[in-house]
């Protein structure tokens, strides 16, 4: 079509300039004719802007032509759904979760990883394997083609994506998450594994990795979560540590927001309604592998802080309608209490991804 117009464009031109000459011969020894060059020159313009409109309207088609378009996954994940309720919504939301991954790249010695270290390395690695045979390094790029195939509308990562922090985890991490569709929302809590520096020795130290998980997404503590404008998604940092002042007087500030709140957490919560919880934790982990407010001993005792955060989760008039975890490594779905159910998803090692349906609320009728 821009060719053409040119083409008539062009045919216009000489057409004026032919009809000029005959009236120039016409007029012999006569009077000249009289040219309305004004007429002419607005015939050329409004040629040429119907030329530079079409050349506009092709230019923003060829744009939209060349959007994006991601390859499908190759490899099959299961695809774990969680349905969530939420009244007075616009819309249904997507939402996609991963956790668990435990990518590791390192089997030679590095300055972060120390040579003593690449036996237990190599254990662990074996360990991280889908049951088809996948090992989590090659995974996480599989990951990365089903986020940007899906149609979501944000993306969670709920801690233990690296089994442990260095150069080389850090550095595959990194080139496959900027691969990432730039126009999806991304929420990346750490836990202990994303910080975790053990196979380091004293060359690579926990203010190390603090600094490095920044280059990836900038891991700011203001920025752990996701605002929708009708629900928000809020995240907890490092959930294997209590929580300090500072990140509750952040989460309290946006649980008081008036809106419902999705809440996430990588080290999941105790049932106050069965003890189906604790029963699959002791199978799976041999322990308990949550926080539960009444604890005295194990691993997650938490303090006053850490009990005010839960407070907020147990509390009748509690804002959050949903808590989502991990760190399990296994499923389990359930009730925290009468008013606030749990999902622990399945570890993406497994060729697991999470998948948040938040809908708008049915009425019984």
């Known amino acids: 079509m821009k060719k053409i117009m040119k083409i008539l464009l062009c045919v216009s031109l000489l057409i004026m300039i032919v009809l000029i000459l005959i009236m120039l011969k016409k007029s012999g020894s006569e009077k000249p004719a009289v040219i309305d060059w004004s007429e002419i020159e607005s015939d050329i313009t409004e040629t040429t802007q119907a ?59 590095s300055w ?11 254990l662990r690695d074996s360990v991280f394997v889908t049951d088809d045979g996948v090992r989590s390094a090659a995974l996480w790029q599989e990951v990365v083609k089903f986020l940007n195939y899906g149609d979501f509308d944000g993306i ?14 850090l550095k595959a991490f990194r080139e496959e998450f900027n691969k990432l569709n730039e126009s999806v ?21 926990e203010p190390d990795a603090h600094e490095v998980h920044k280059e990836i997404d900038g891991d700011d503590l203001d920025r752990k979560y996701l605002d929708f404008g009708e629900f928000m998604v809020v995240g907890v940092n490092g959930s294997t540590l209590n929580m300090p002042q500072g990140q509750y007087d952040i989460i309290n500030g946006q ?11 990588h080290v999941p919560y105790a049932s106050k309604i069965d003890k189906s919880l604790e029963e699959l934790s002791m199978e799976v982990r041999n322990k308990v592998y949550y926080w539960d407010y009444d604890a005295t001993d194990g691993d997650y005792v938490p303090d006053d802080v850490t009990k005010r955060y839960l407070d907020m989760i147990y509390a009748d008039d509690t804002p959050v309608c949903q808590v989502l975890a991990g760190h399990l490594h296994a499923q389990w779905d359930g009730m925290l209490t009468e008013y606030v159910p749990q999902h622990i998803f ?11 349906n938040v809908v708008p609320e049915r009425k019984e009728q």
């Open 51 to 109: 030329v530079e409109t079409e050349e506009e309207t092709t230019t923003e088609t060829e744009q939209e032509t060349q959007a994006v378009i991601y390859p499908e996954p190759d490899y099959d994940f299961q695809e774990e759904e969680v349905t969530v309720e939420i009244d007075g919504l616009s819309r249904a939301y997507k939402l996609a979760w991963v956790s668990d991954l435990h990518m590791i790249t390192d089997f030679e010695a």
């Open 112 to 122: 972060d990883v120390k040579e003593e270290f690449l036996d237990d390395i190599a």
């Open 156 to 169: 969670i990562f709920g801690g233990d994506m690296m089994d442990y922090c260095s150069e080389s985890n």
């Open 185 to 205: 929302p991304i929420m990346y809590i750490r836990a202990d594994h994303d910080y975790g520096y053990w196979y380091g020795g004293d060359s690579f130290t």
């Open 255 to 265: 649980y008081n927001s008036g809106k419902p709140v999705i809440a996430v957490t």
């Open 346 to 356: 399945s570890p993406a090692y497994q060729g697991c991804i999470g998948i948040i």
